[in-house]
């Protein structure tokens, strides 16, 4: 089937660094990936959607410039969260659709952030 | 914009009985999917089952089912002979039908079985 890794699976940073999380479709070739955000005990929230060779959609609230997108190919999606915050502590999930575009998507393991 | 409403917070059931999750959800679009994804503790998301609008049939993948009702905007999942592996977090969710499209989540679900 479908795979989708994320790594790394736990970060732990200092408040006012930076946090690169890469999401990559391993077996398929990914038009589109899609970034969620889950804080504890609730659903998932979508961030953004990438698109591979174009800039990424965000969600109206999300903060463009402190969660940069990047979609260089099509498996790769990175997310970047700038100056990071104690308050952007949260679990990252990504997901990717397939080039046919057949809507489903398959998602990635998850990345736990801390920010101290 | 489109939403999704699960109204049940927490679930349980026996082992091997059957529990119905509710799910309903608004849109103005008649061409669309929805789905029903299980988040166990690894919290690795895993689709359960999925239906077309536009299919009168309701899905059925094993022990799991859903009862589509489209004029009244409800999805609800039946799972048979539940298991011990069936304790998760269920989401109900909505995507339009064409292309890759986003996900609109439901609050979550969350089954609990008792041995």
């Known amino acids: 089937g479908a795979v989708v890794s994320q790594h790394p699976s736990r970060v732990i940073c200092k408040s006012g660094t930076s946090v690169k999380i890469e999401c990559r479709s391993l077996d398929f070739q990914a038009t589109t990936m899609f970034w969620y955000r889950q804080f504890p005990k609730q659903s998932l929230m979508l961030m953004a959607t990438s698109n591979e060779g174009s800039k990424a959609t965000y969600e109206q609230g999300v903060e463009k410039d402190k969660f940069l997108i990047n979609h260089a190919s099509l498996t790769l999606s990175t997310l970047t969260v700038t100056s990071a915050h104690p308050e952007d502590s949260s679990f990252y999930i990504c997901s990717a659709s397939l080039v046919a575009g057949v809507s489903e998507q398959f998602f990635g393991p998850g990345t736990r952030l801390t920010v101290l | 914009a489109q939403t999704v409403t699960q109204s049940q917070p927490e679930m349980s059931v026996q082992e091997a009985e059957t529990v119905t999750l509710s799910c309903t959800y608004d849109t103005s679009e008649s061409d669309y999917y929805l789905f029903w994804y299980k988040q166990p503790p690894s919290r690795q998301m895993i689709l359960v089952i999925r239906?077309?609008?536009?299919?009168?049939q309701n899905a059925t993948e094993n022990r799991f089912s859903v009862n589509f009702q489209k004029a009244a905007k409800s999805f609800s999942l039946k799972i048979s002979d539940s298991q011990l592996g069936d304790a998760a977090m269920y989401f109900c969710?909505?995507?339009?039908?064409?292309?890759?499209?986003?996900?609109?989540f439901g609050q979550g679900t969350r089954l609990t079985i008792n041995p």
């Open positions: 969710a909505y995507s339009l039908s064409q292309g890759a499209q986003k996900l609109v």
């Open positions: 239906q077309e609008a536009y299919k009168q």
